[in-house]
């Protein structure tokens, strides 16, 4: 691509309303993941996981992504995305500041654990 073309590229990049998201997913207790990203006014919470690198980064999201790309309401256990905690399809048309959140599965229920450890 010659610096013509990157030019107007970046020209008319600039002239797009852009919104500030953010990202954060908690791994497991050890590795937690955030980021801000500046995306398209009129994105969706797919395509800002794909613009944050994180569908590469993380293979198993990426794989649940394809998995319920078709879905339009979210599953309650087994849904791995939302914003603010609140579940949302991955065709969620994002918002300014919105906190998208990456769930992940839990390996037991807090409420038996909670449970069990009362009972000791």
Known sequence: M??????LIASQIKNLETITVY???AEDE????????????????????A???????????????????ETTVPAAKRWH????SQKQPLSYLLQPFDRIEIY??????PMS????KSDR
Do not use: P
């Not at 995305?81 to 603010?84: E, P």
């Not at 992940?104 to 229920?109: E, P, V, Y």
């Not at 654990?113 to 069990?116: A, E, M, S």
């Open 2 to 7: 010659d610096d013509a073309m990157v030019e």
């Open 23 to 25: 990202l954060a997913y």
């Open 30 to 49: 050890q590795h937690q993941h955030y980021t801000t990203l500046e995306v398209v006014e009129g994105t969706v919470l797919y395509e800002a996981l």
């Open 51 to 69: 613009q944050s690198g994180w569908l590469t980064k993380f293979a198993a999201l990426a794989s649940w992504c394809e998995q319920v790309a």
């Open 81 to 84: 995305v939302g914003i603010y």
């Open 104 to 109: 992940r599965s839990l390996s037991a229920d």
């Open 113 to 116: 654990q909670r449970k069990n």
